[in-house]
């Protein structure tokens, strides 16, 4: 290859590789830092629109936060003008400190950007989040927090005191919580274990492996339990589904289905009342109890009919009686069902 030629070639490569750099988003970003000692600092307040919050509890002696702004596809636009418009604005009274994405003037661009805070601080801290379209994730945190989030997801590592928290489009991925009060519309809600849950829903899926009270209102969602102390589900189109009760049911359910698998021996009272609903029990093979309830326009299956007063009356049958293991010393378990449209099957498992 002659010295023109090469010449030619190498030109054309670079133009070439400008022009793809053209095309290719161009990226600007700034990063903001803060840090204040927690001596007289309780409580932590952040409230973001566009972007993640990320919480680590691995500093203890100071809040250290790292705030990013990310610009993309900036158009020509004067990037200093836009980063000017965007305010992080820090603040702390009395004892809780705030940050705040505002946008100043009349910020319009119609660039994508995002708002990303990386913090530190104390596992123990109280915080109160506010985030619209982001992720918010917790790790080696240990205190409690109130989240808010329309568009994201929630997700905590390790176990922590309590939360309260209202998701729309979402979904967590959660450990162990102790107290949680959950506000939940179309959002997936899944959560290990939990000593005490008060849970609203609609049109979500939650599922909660060990609770020890779980009280439930929903409409047209679906819940999984798997070992659950005391159990109180109501609402409208609720498929409800537990692997074992431990000490008591509660359900009051319309056009829905509700499947328990093994009601323990252990069990005080289980009381059904539902409409359109078709219902199976497991009962514990050592259960002692007494059955009453009544069901209009249904079938009722039963492994013990002949121990039960069992009465016809048009379309609706009432039925009454004790059953299970005999001569037992144990408390007896209380069954009160009733249903209307809709089958009942119980049937004793190991």
């Known amino acids: 290859m002659n010295l023109k030629i090469f010449v030619l070639t190498f030109f054309a490569l670079l133009i070439n590789s400008l022009q793809a750099q053209n095309i290719d988003d161009v990226k600007e970003e700034e990063t903001f830092y803060y840090s ?31 705030a990013t702004i990310r610009l993309k596809n900036p158009d020509n636009e004067d990037i200093s003008e836009i980063f000017g418009m965007i305010n992080l604005n820090p603040k702390l009274l009395k004892q809780k400190l705030e940050i705040k994405t505002e946008f100043r003037g ?27 379209f982001g992720d918010i994730v ?70 909660i492996g060990n609770a ?12 999984v339990f798997n070992e659950v102390k005391n159990l109180s589900v109501s609402g409208l189109q609720c498929f409800v589904k537990s692997s074992v009760i431990k000490n008591s049911g509660l359900f009051e359910i319309q056009k829905g289905s509700l499947t328990v698998n093994k009601i323990l021996s252990s069990t005080e009272n289980i009381s059904v009342a539902v409409v359109e609903t078709p219902v199976q029990l497991g009962l514990d093979t050592k259960m002692t109890y007494t059955i009453h309830g009544e069901i209009s326009n249904g079938n009722f299956e039963h492994p013990e009919k002949n121990r039960l007063r069992m009465l016809w009356e048009d379309q609706t049958l009432s039925f009454s009686g004790e059953a299970g293991k005999q001569n037992s010393s144990d408390s007896q378990t209380e069954i009160i069902l009733f249903s209307e449209k809709g089958n009942i099957i119980i049937k004793y498992v190991e």
């Open 212 to 223: 020890s009270l779980v009280n439930a209102n929903g409409q047209t969602s679906e819940f």
């Open 138 to 207: 917790f790790e080696s945190f240990s205190g409690n927090a109130d989240i808010t989030i329309d568009y994201g997801n929630f997700s905590a590592i390790d176990p922590f005191a309590k939360l309260k928290i209202k998701l729309k489009n979402g979904k967590t991925n959660l450990t162990e919580i102790g107290v949680v009060n959950a506000e939940l519309s179309n959002a997936q809600f899944f959560l290990k274990k939990t000593d005490h849950i008060e849970l609203k829903a609609e049109f979500s899926n939650i599922n």
């Open 36 to 66: 204040y000692p927690v001596k007289d600092i309780t409580s932590l307040s952040v409230v973001n629109k566009y972007g993640n919050i990320n919480y680590s509890g691995t500093s203890r002696d100071s809040i250290f936060i790292e």
């Open 106 to 132: 009349s910020f319009s661009s119609n660039d994508e950007f995002t708002v990303t805070y990386m913090i530190k601080g104390p596992p123990q801290l109280s915080l109160v989040f506010n985030n619209q």
